[in-house]
T-cell receptor, first 112, second 112 residues
Framework: DTGVSQNPRHKITKRGQNVTFRCDPI?????LYWYRQTLGQGPEFLTY????????KSRLLSDRFSAERPKGSFSTLEIQRTEQGDSAMYLC??????????FGSGTRLTVV | KQEVTQIPAALSVPEGENLVLNCSFT??????LQWFRQDPGKGLTSLLL?????REQTSGRLNASLDKSSGRSTLYIAASQPGDSATYLC???????????FGTGTRLTIIP
């Protein structure tokens, strides 16, 4: 297993466009998390899946954001009608119960 | 609500010195505390995970300690090297809460 994989690594989009990011967790991990990080800040929690069920969403996750994890495997995070304030690093992590998180390399989104 | 603080925000030390990074948290009811390294524009790399029942963990030149009663953790780096230059983040996994709470990090620069 090569760890948590995120694609794409970078995405530049025009304001108003929709974007989708993908995360492939470590295969035996049942928990998957999305975080967002802006420059100079620590990552902030967005949402969490246990297997295929989305169990918690942050208030940061407006109705323009949606996340899925079909069949409890990979996950996608979609942002509709992107705004400049959405520019950030989007990080995915997975874990097996409470035994520590493994993060991916992140997707850097730039909205122009 | 868990709050995690890292002081200082930035630190510069000459190569070869030993150093300590500090992390404090407000809610001692944690499953574990995790230290991460982040290089510019990259994702998070896990360095050490300390479970709530443990006092310290060691990996190579790194040693992390945990004192739940005082709400503190430290990351000790021995014999620092220029390759240690990065931002170091600590994160608390609070009981009854599925998300990690991160500090804002300490940006470490090792001067050759």
């Amino acid at each position: 297993d090569t760890g948590v994989s995120q694609n794409p690594r970078h995405k530049i989009t025009k304001r108003g466009q929709n974007v989708t990011f993908r995360c492939d967790p470590i295969s035996e991990h049942n928990r998957l998390y999305w975080y967002r990080q802006t420059l100079g800040q620590g990552p902030e929690f967005l949402t969490y899946f246990q297997n295929e069920a989305q169990l918690e969403k942050s208030r940061l996750l407006s109705d323009r954001f949606s996340a899925e994890r079909p069949k409890g495997s990979f996950s996608t995070l979609e942002i509709q009608r992107t705004e400049q304030g959405d520019s950030a690093m989007y990080l995915c992590a997975s874990s097996l119960e409470f035994y520590g998180y493994t993060f991916g390399s992140g997707t850097r989104l730039t909205v122009v | 609500k868990q709050e995690v603080t890292q002081i200082p925000a930035a630190l510069s030390v000459p190569e070869g010195e030993n150093l300590v990074l500090n992390c404090s948290f407000t809610d001692s009811a944690i499953y574990n505390l995790q230290w991460f390294r982040q290089d510019p524009g990259k994702g998070l790399t896990s360095l050490l995970l300390i479970q709530s029942s443990q006092r310290e963990q060691t990996s190579g030149r790194l040693n992390a300690s945990l004192d739940k009663s005082s709400g503190r953790s430290t990351l000790y780096i021995a014999a620092s090297q220029p390759g240690d230059s990065a931002t170091y983040l600590c994160a608390a996994h609070t009981r009854g809460n599925e998300k990690l709470t991160f500090g804002t990090g300490t940006r470490l620069t090792i001067i050759p």
